[in-house]
């Protein structure tokens, strides 16, 4: 009897329930999408009854007509609105977009056409979307620096025909070529050997050493030049200096660097000399360390099928020359060459950002007065000195997008020919890669258990 009137009751009330009701809450509900700061008018099939929202704080909805919702977006975010009239009620998701900001504006007007979107944050700002080309996506990021000079610009444009490699490995050849030339002509004539005491007699432009006179030693050479002659029988000779030297010295370094896009990278092959450093009143000395060598700095930015480098390359070497002594110390000097620019080139392409050529040439000439003046005898009484030297520096770069080796791309490491150390004792007893080696005997009985 219980179930009778149960199963009346239950048909009483579905009688009762409202025939059109649409409940739309497990599906998937309609969206309306808007911009914050902009509205919208959402219009309905049935007449509007009453409406709620989830947060008015992301969107805010108010009747204006029978069948039209005017929706107003204000902060981004997704909600819900709930429409409900007669026997009808549907549910629709609101998505309030951050508003267009005014770079993306400028951006849009820059380069009409194209689907660049901007999301600014607290200290970055992003570029997404696709662009036509390798010149807009670069000019939009340059665009993107100037109006915001203190945000960090990360741009994630997609160009056709990009590649997904983010490594970029930098191959640099540095080459280096000195060559001097030395050129030393002069002479110096003397006579008085046995008779030094009463008549003696020397030509020299001091230009180079000349023999001198002593009282007690005589005649004294302290340099015999190149070619020295002497007749014993008028006392007379000549000393005579006629060099010529030339030299040629080459210096290479082809480094190779791998950098992560946007990130930068530094290279340093040479070393480190010591600076003495006086401190304060106390005249302590500290020591400290000055980097020389060849040097290069680089910060690679992928652009689509280019690849854009900021390259600093530079070679210094140390300079005794010029250097300085202070406080017991020798210090060198540093000739130093440097570049850095910023080139862009496809994979593989090569490029010479920097031939920096130094020419020094140095011209010394002595002569003595009216005798360096008489015809053809004049050049005896004459010397000269001439130092000429060049040097020049060139950098080549190549830059190739890389991508991590595979375990089995790796090649083989080089091995010596011959063995480099020999066996020992014990590691010749290890059979199969391990063993037991100088341990304590095993007890008969344990040793049956572990069988």
């Known amino acids: ?5 149960a199963v009346v009751a239950l048909a009483f009330v579905v009688a009762l329930a409202p025939r059109g009701l649409q409940a739309q809450g497990a599906g998937e509900h309609p ?10 008018v959402l219009t309905t099939d049935f007449d509007v009854t009453r409406i709620a929202v989830t ?7 108010v009747v204006v007509k029978p069948r039209e919702v005017l929706i107003d977006g204000k902060a981004p975010g997704t909600i819900s609105l709930i429409v409900w009239g007669g026997d009808s009620r549907t549910q629709y998701d609101l998505i309030v977009e951050p508003p267009i900001s005014a770079l993306e504006q400028q951006l849009h007007q820059l380069f009409p056409g194209e689907a660049i979107a901007v999301s600014v944050n607290a200290d970055s700002v992003v570029l997404s ?3 036509s080309s390798t010149a807009v996506m670069l000019r939009a990021a340059e665009v993107a620096r100037a109006s915001s000079p203190k945000a960090n610009v990360l741009n994630m444009l997609q160009v056709p025909g990009a590649n997904d490699a983010q490594q970029v490995m930098l191959q640099v050849r540095f080459a280096e070529v000195n060559r001097r030339s030395l050129v030393e ?36 050479f302290s340099d015999f030049l190149n070619l020295f002659l002497f007749n014993n029988k008028y006392n007379a000779g000549t000393v005579i200096k006629a060099l010529q030297q030339k030299g040629y010295f080459q210096s290479l370094a082809e480094p190779n660097l791998i950098a ?29 360390f000055k980097e020389f060598g060849v040097r290069l700095n680089f910060k690679p930015t992928i652009a689509g099928d280019l690849i854009r480098l900021h390259v600093r390359p530079e070679v210094s070497s140390l300079d005794f020359n010029n250097g300085i002594l202070l406080e017991g110390f020798r210090i060198p000097a540093l000739t130093t060459r440097r570049a850095e620019t910023e080139v862009e080139l496809r994979d593989g392409q090569s490029f010479a950002i920097a031939g920096l050529m130094d020419n020094e040439a140095q011209n010394d000439t002595a002569a003595l007065p009216i005798l360096s003046q008489i015809p053809i005898i004049g050049n005896l009484f004459k010397s000269k000195g001439e130092r000429k030297e060049r040097t020049e520096l060139l950098v080549l770069v190549t830059p190739r997008l890389v991508r991590p080796l595979n375990p089995d791309e790796v090649p083989p490491l080089p091995t010596l020919p011959t063995q480099f150390l020999p066996e020992d004792e014990i590691g010749a007893q290890i059979q199969g890669g391990g063993g037991v080696v100088d341990a304590p005997a095993m007890p008969a009985g344990r040793a049956a258990s572990a069988r």
Not at 1 to 5: E, F, G, S, V
């Open 1 to 5: 009897m219980n179930k009778i009137r």
């Open 260 to 288: 992560y896009n946007g990130q930068e990278a530094s290279f340093l092959a040479g070393g480190e000399f010591p600076v003495p450093i006086v401190q304060g009143a106390t005249g302590t000395v500290s020591v400290l």
């Open 185 to 220: 002509l002069g002479t110096s004539f003397f006579t008085g050997i046995d008779g030094y005491k009463n008549w003696v007699g020397r030509s020299t432009t001091q230009q180079f050493p000349a023999p001198d006179f002593d009282a007690d030693k005589g005649l004294v």
């Open 31 to 40: 969206k309306v999408s808007l911009t914050a700061g902009r509205s919208t």
């Open 129 to 131: 979307g696709k662009a």
């Open 55 to 61: 947060n008015p704080v992301i969107a805010d909805a």
